[in-house]
């Protein structure tokens, strides 16, 4: 099974940033699609930002404008720059990818947002 791990969350202020990573081991991938998704307490969990790979993105109406995906593509890893963050942002952060040959990989235990002043 492949396993990404998230990292880069923490304690912000209203209006501030943060930069999700989503890191796993292994050779360079080309995934069909990367993810970022998120879940708050006694909510379903939701597609936050997605990027193709054809390059194509989306993204939540909730953080247009102010969320934006990205890969690196030497690393297996890729990212989620969060700007103008809000208190309704607080939720555990998750990435989740489609690889060729492998699928989905599995979930991870995500990384805690948490948006306050």
């Known amino acids: 099974q492949v396993q990404f791990v998230e990292s880069g969350g923490g304690l912000v202020q209203p209006g501030g940033s943060l930069r999700l990573s989503c890191a796993a081991s292994g050779s360079i991938f080309s995934p069909y699609f990367m993810g970022w998704y998120r879940q708050a307490p006694g909510k379903q969990r939701e597609l936050v930002a997605g990027i193709t790979n054809g390059g194509n993105t989306n993204y939540a109406d909730s953080v247009k404008g102010r969320f934006a995906i990205s890969r690196d593509n030497n690393k297996n890893t890729f990212y989620l720059q969060m700007n103008s963050l809000k208190p309704e942002d607080t939720a555990l952060y998750y990435c989740?990818?489609?690889?060729?040959?492998?699928?989905?990989?599995?979930w991870g235990q995500g990384t805690q947002v948490t948006v306050s002043s």
């Open positions: 989740r990818v489609n690889l060729p040959g492998v699928g989905w990989s599995s």
